[in-house]
């Protein structure tokens, strides 16, 4: 018989390398990479900001039709009229003084 061997094998320190390297290389890739933890965690935050700036935009459309409806022919808001021919046109009544 031969003697007992007192210092591991080559092989399997190969082994052990070979797969901490690997075990390294995939826990940085779930964490940094570009499906990791930190890309998901910015991708469910520009979500909420979009969601957000698509609530606004909702509620700005909706303004905006209630104004066009206000002033459509069918239901047509002289208040709305008169504030936006003085706004837009830079209107005046003839009874009103300007100041500047």
């Known amino acids: 018989m031969g003697r007992p061997r007192k210092t591991p094998a080559f092989g399997a320190a190969v082994f052990f390398t070979i797969v901490f390297m690997l075990g390294s290389y995939f826990t940085f890739a779930s964490v940094q990479g570009d499906f990791g933890l930190f890309r998901r965690i910015q991708i469910e935050a520009e979500a909420e900001l979009l969601r957000s700036e698509a609530a606004t935009l909702h509620a700005e459309v909706a303004i905006l039709r209630n104004r066009t ?10 208040d709305l009229l008169d504030q936006q021919a003085r706004e837009v046109l830079g209107m005046v009544r003839g009874d009103e003084v300007v100041l500047r």
């Open 69 to 78: 409806r206000r002033l459509s022919d069918d239901f047509l808001d002289l």
